[in-house]
Nanobody, 120 residues
Framework: QVHLVESGGGSVQAGTSMRLSCTAT????????MGWYRRSPGDKRDLVAK???????DYSDSVWGRFTISPGNANNTVFLQMNDLRPEDTAVYVC??????????????WGQGAQVTVSS
């Protein structure tokens, strides 16, 4: 099984920064993409930022220039650096990953989510 382990989150003041991390663990052959999404009612998930195995990144327009997704030094780890946080950034941030496990079965999985609350 492949699991995602998230860390970070919490309550901060507007204008400050926070960093989230996510690590894919388990019997993994290769991870091809990881990212962060905001969870909304109905279990809908909206893209915040993602990165693929070639290093190509994609960002929501609402976070462009403020958030940065980057690979960690550890295998299958990504960071989301969130700068200049705003109250509208308040959400549950959910990690996502896709790839193949050691049996070469594809996976597309989600973490449990980390609450980020930004106060004005």
């Amino acid at each position: 099984q492949v699991h995602l382990v998230e860390s970070g989150g919490g309550s901060v003041q507007a204008g400050t920064s926070m960093r989230l991390s996510c690590t894919a663990t388990g019997t993994i052959f290769r991870v091809y993409g990881m990212g962060w999404y905001r969870r909304s009612p109905g279990d809908k998930r909206d893209l915040v930022a993602k990165i693929d195995d070639g290093g190509l990144t994609d960002y929501s327009d609402s976070v462009w220039g403020r958030f940065t997704i980057s690979p960690g030094n550890a295998n299958n780890t990504v960071f989301l650096q969130m700068n200049d946080l705003r109250p509208e950034d308040t959400a549950v941030y959910v990690c996502w990953a896709e790839g193949y496990d050691s049996d070469l079965a594809p996976f597309n999985i989600w973490g449990q989510g980390a609450q980020v609350t930004v106060s004005s």
